[in-house]
């Protein structure tokens, strides 16, 4: 933005000559702005993002358009998406204005694979904010491509570093997670959760509840608005909630791997919709076909759910 500077005049001999230099000021006022436009943005795949309720500074919204269906009706289209689809779906959306929540009626556990990568960075960044560890530079770059392109190398790290399943015992004791268990077998990408706990848990972690400071949920909503449309190991991530709000400013966290259940695609797709952080959705999807048709049943189901791409 612009803004004109206001120059007081030195000598002012009559009324009539400050009107005078008043008038000439103005004209500078209204003068069209020196400096040049920023450069128009690369031509990328779009990027949506949503800006943390703190003194963050807000993240640009996805582009105005007509209104989107709501929560009217969102049972039965949800339910319909669902059967559609010939996958296994367990899906949850709240509005965290009205509190309510809706669910396919399905929420049983499933592995949620990378999506647990945000309780090892809430567990991480809660023991910073005590004083119980620090991060160095590149812990920190380690962290936001942890969260931002779903590094496995970086998720191991800080499972190790933390305790392995005992990060899991604590994240599930501070947020209520009652479907929420370790993994089995000690391998972070098998932990098990439910849609509504992964709701759950990023309700409270938005409002504070959970326990992490408020400046330490911002690292993680940020990271999560600056998803990368392919992971580091380059498999797609913006099935889901990215590619069917594609309307909405969004921060998620995918997962996926193959195969679960016999030959079943696992894909899981969560985040927080909306400039205002108003609604919280959570996927699980359970499919037997190929990686691509997985993630495009995925996709179809949230724009059944929500058709325009916005809630």
Known sequence: MTSSTTRRSRARRSRAAASVVGAALLLVGCASPTSEPPPPAPDRPQSTAVAPQSNAIPLPAAPPGPPGLGFEGLDARMRQASADSGADIKAVVMDRTTGQIISNGDNGPFPIASVVKLFIADDLLLQVSQGKTQLSPADRRSLDVMLRSSDDSA???????????????????????????????????VTQ????????????????????????????????????PTGTDGYPQRFGIPDGLYAEPVAVKQGWFCCWNGGNQLHVTTGVIGADHRYVMAIGSLDPTSEADARNDLTQVVKEMFPGGKI
Do not use: C, K
């Open 193 to 228: 959760s439910t849609a509504g706990d992964l709701v759950r848990y990023y309700d409270m972690l938005l409002d504070g509840t959970g326990g992490l400071p408020p400046e330490q949920a911002d690292v993680i909503i940020g990271n999560l608005a600056q998803s990368t």
């Open 155 to 189: 998720a191991q790290n800080f499972w190790d570093r933390s305790g392995g399943n005992a990060i899991i015992g604590r994240v599930v004791a501070r947020y209520g997670l009652t479907g929420t268990t370790a993994p089995y077998n000690g391998h972070w990408d």
